[in-house]
């Protein structure tokens, strides 16, 4: 089955750890994203990645960092720089520009 | 600045009746236009693109560039359309794309 796996589902942090989070895909789509979903916000761009081994910062990437390694993986790690890091994380996929997204199923973070 | 603006936060119809879910963006340049939708308990998809024509579950929308909308439509809301609805902006080329805040469909029996 192709697709877009995120994990884990939920994930806890102690303030001041960083985590990260697994976004994999074997659609063969050359651009990934990260996403952040807070309620009534909508979705907000945190990364994108056109190709391999390289990305770009999107609306709000203070406090994450990606890297692009390899066409399936694009990987978001929550530093402890970012202020308010509980909320819905979303990654997505497109073949190209403007064809329209797949997405993962969400990563839900939680800093206790 | 480019923005999406979905203007209702909840829109709650009876089913039958018709249903129209708001959008309007404000991007000077050629934009594409998508709605995607998340189900109860699954994930964000694609609805339609406006590129597309199509129409998908009895939904369709239509760009309006003079008005900058893209509102989607629906003559007869079913119970299972119940979902929360995104409107989303593309520009040009790039391969971001801009979100609205959503609007939750509510389809009562």
């Known amino acids: 089955d192709g697709g877009i796996t995120q994990s884990p589902k939920y994930l806890f942090r102690k303030e001041g750890q960083n985590v990260t989070l697994s976004c994999e895909q074997n659609l063969n789509h050359d651009a990934m994203y990260w996403y952040r979903q807070d309620p009534g916000q909508g979705l907000r761009l945190i990364y994108y990645s056109q190709i391999v081994n390289d990305f770009q910062k999107g609306d709000i990437a203070e406090g994450y960092s990606v890297s692009r390694e390899k066409k399936e993986s694009f990987p978001l790690t929550v530093t402890s720089a970012q202020k308010n890091p509980t909320a819905f994380y979303l990654c997505?996929?497109?073949?190209?520009?403007?064809?329209?997204?797949?997405f993962g199923s969400g990563t839900r973070l939680t800093v206790v | 600045a480019q923005r999406v603006t979905q203007p209702e936060k909840l829109l709650s119809v009876f089913k039958g009746a018709p249903v129209e879910l708001k959008c309007n963006y404000s991007?000077?340049?050629?934009?594409?236009l998508f709605w995607y939708v998340q189900y109860s308990r699954q994930r964000l998809q694609l609805l339609l693109r406006h590129i597309s024509r199509e129409s998908i579950k009895g939904f369709t929308a239509d760009l309006n560039k003079g008005e900058t909308s893209f509102h989607l439509k629906k003559p007869f809301a079913q119970e299972e359309d119940s979902a929360m609805y995104y409107c989303?902006?593309?520009?040009?080329?790039?391969?971001?794309?801009?979100f609205g805040s959503g609007t939750r469909l509510l389809v009562r029996p």
């Open positions: 989303a902006l593309g520009r040009d080329s790039s391969y971001k794309l801009i």
């Open positions: 997505a996929s497109s073949m190209q520009a403007n064809y329209g997204y797949t």
């Open positions: 991007y000077s340049g050629s934009p594409e």
